[in-house]
Nanobody, 123 residues
Framework: QVRLVESGGGLVQAGGSLRLSCAAS????????MGWFRQAPGKEREFVAA????????LYADSVKGRFTISRDNAKNTVYLQMNNLKPEDTAVYYC????????????????WGQGTQVTVSS
């Protein structure tokens, strides 16, 4: 099991930026594909971004492409989500997750989840 702890959420105005971090422990971090998901009130949890074990491949939801960047530092057991040009519709609880697959977009491919961090974007 991989233990995941997110941080970096908060309140920001539209057009602003935030950087989320997710610290992992418990297993060999570099063996896991990592992803970010989000869940807004009353909506299902949705895919945001994913990064492969060796950072060679990244995937993004269309809604965040060009604005968000996922990265990882295997030496620090941490995955990041840089969010720029934030919009009110980005408001959600953001979760990081670990997958035994090299990279994946479906939440069913992820086995371990963090507790989430709230991101609120005001208009």
């Amino acid at each position: 099991q991989v233990r995941l702890v997110e941080s970096g959420g908060g309140l920001v105005q539209a057009g602003g930026s935030l950087r989320l971090s997710c610290a992992a422990s418990g297993r060999t971090f570099s063996n896991y594909g990592m992803g970010w998901f989000r869940q807004a009130p009353g909506k299902e949890r949705e895919f945001v971004a994913a990064i492969s074990t060796n950072s060679v491949s990244t995937l993004y939801a269309d809604s965040v492409k060009g604005r968000f960047t996922i990265s990882r530092d295997n030496a620090k057991n941490t995955v990041y989500l840089q969010m720029n040009n934030l919009k009110p519709e980005d408001t959600a609880v953001y979760y990081c997750a670990a997958s035994r697959f090299a990279i994946a977009t479906g939440k069913n491919y992820y086995n371990d989840w963090g507790q989430g961090t709230q991101v609120t974007v005001s208009s």
